[in-house]
């Protein structure tokens, strides 16, 4: 299959990124991992005339742990991800979807920003990031922006992002002690699929008497992008943890919260069937995360 | 438009214009004639195209000849020396791991990456690290042998069962 024709570039830097953006705004695609970008323009599902590299730029490839919290740069692989020690020790539902993300080859290539701005409601990363409330931080020659990532997804495909900007990473603040989180994905098979579902939990205890603080869930796979469960996360609130507890949330997630559609991977109904198993599952990974603290 | 790159691949380093739409599998194979590496899918699905960049294995046919500008490629053609075919390559011949040979390349440049990071991997590691390699001939089984045997310790107990459960976040 071959690429259509294309004017290559390589920035160095950010400030030259988000000129070469300003100047050529949608004429130009940008290019991380390529993981997704290649095979499209390959599939002739979009064309370009310039396709701008991040991959040169030092500051996206790069995890910095401010103590408080851990700004990770748009560039940043799967890999990276998985092997990077702040992510492993405070993000697990985050790594959970890094490990696992299309094959090993892929995952050498594939970064957190082209997963994100790729913007499929059944990607592996973003689930985890909406439980995680990480901030995308975005950047253009008008200066820059932060916005909620839960606010950024609009339909397949489609983000909150600005022709003239680019995503230079997320922000993340560090859960604190008492706090627990997972993220599972279902599909046919284990390596390089498509998710028939997939949900992340995160929760945060009273030490005292393990009720339940605060919770947050996010659904992939039901809906044009991935969604929050408020109806779960509700009958989660000031409860104290238990099996039966955990089934009730993900019962709410299955009849409440997701609308999923019917197609060859599974049935609609296969798929909130499905949500159920992975909401209590994700939510009693999390507890056990705590009880283990 | 084309560009000037650096690259070396097999050790060899080379200055040459590529253009901007051609992939690394495409430069591999079309400029440098190693043919080795092979194109089943073009689109990240089947791995016969992989090959080693800076030390991480990757889908060429995903990786754009320009962005391998200042890097270091191996590929399947790398691996054998003046003696020989190397010890990876004469297992896949001696256990039987190749039938057609279309994956192996990609397949022996997974497994040559998993050793060269860990002499020892566990069997999940093991298929996991081919788990981006497609082969609609062998069921597997005999690659994973011959992978075996190349480890530091090799596992005489070979457990047949290739659904043995994953990492965690999987069902
Ligand atoms: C075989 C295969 C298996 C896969 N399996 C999975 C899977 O299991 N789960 C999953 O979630 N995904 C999967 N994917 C999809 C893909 O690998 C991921 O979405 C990946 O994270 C994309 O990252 P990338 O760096 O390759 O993005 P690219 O392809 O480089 O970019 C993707 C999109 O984001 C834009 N973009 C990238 N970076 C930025 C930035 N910093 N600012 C603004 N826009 C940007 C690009 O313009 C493009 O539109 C798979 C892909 C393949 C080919
Ligand atoms: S040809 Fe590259 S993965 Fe199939
Ligand atoms: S030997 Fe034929 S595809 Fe693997």
Known sequence: ?293 | MKKIINVTINNKPCELAVESNQTLADLLRYDFGLTGTKKGCDTGDCGACTVILDGDTVNSCLVLAVQADGSMVETIEGLSNEDGLHPLQKAFVEKGAIQCGFCSPGMIMSAKNLLDKNDNPSDWEIKEGISGNLCRCTGYQKIFEAISSQCSKPNSDINPNINQGGPHGKI
């Open chain 1, 1 to 293: 299959m071959l690429l259509p024709k294309f004017e290559f570039h390589e920035p160095a830097s950010i400030q030259e990124a988000i000129e070469l953006k300003k100047k050529y705004r949608t004429d130009a695609r940008l290019l991380a991992g390529g993981t997704d970008l290649l095979v499209h323009l390959k599939k002739k599902l979009i064309t370009t005339d310039h396709v701008i590299s991040l991959l040169r730029i030092k500051d996206l490839g790069q995890i910095k742990n401010n103590k408080e919290s851990v700004e990770i740069g748009a560039c940043v692989t799967m890999a990276r991800l998985s092997e990077s020690k702040v992510i492993q020790e405070n993000f697990c539902a985050i790594k959970a979807g890094a490990d696992n993300l299309g094959t090993h080859l892929i995952r050498n290539r594939a970064t957190l920003g082209g997963n994100v701005c790729n913007a499929s409601p059944a990607a592996d990363t973003i689930c985890s990031l909406i439980v995680y409330q990480a901030h995308a931080l975005l950047e253009s020659t008008d200066g820059k922006r932060e916005l909620p990532i839960e606010s950024f997804f609009m339909s397949p495909g489609k983000t909150d992002i600005r022709d003239n900007e680019i995503l230079t990473g997320f922000k993340l603040s560090i859960p604190g002690k008492n706090c627990g989180a997972h993220y599972i994905q279902l599909g046919k098979r284990k390596s390089s699929e498509i998710n028939i579902v997939n949900v992340a939990s995160f929760i945060q205890f009273d030490p005292s008497d393990q009720t339940i603080m605060n919770s947050r869930i996010a659904l992939g796979s039901v809906a044009a992008t991935p969604i929050r469960s408020f109806h779960a996360e509700k009958i989660l609130q000031n409860k104290k943890a238990s099996e039966s507890l955990f089934y009730e949330a993900g019962e709410a997630a299955r009849h409440k919260d997701c609308k999923p559609i019917d197609d060859f991977r599974g049935t609609a109904d296969y798929r909130k069937a499905m949500i159920g198993v992975l909401t209590k599952r994700t939510l009693d990974a999390a507890f056990k995360q705590v009880q283990a603290q």
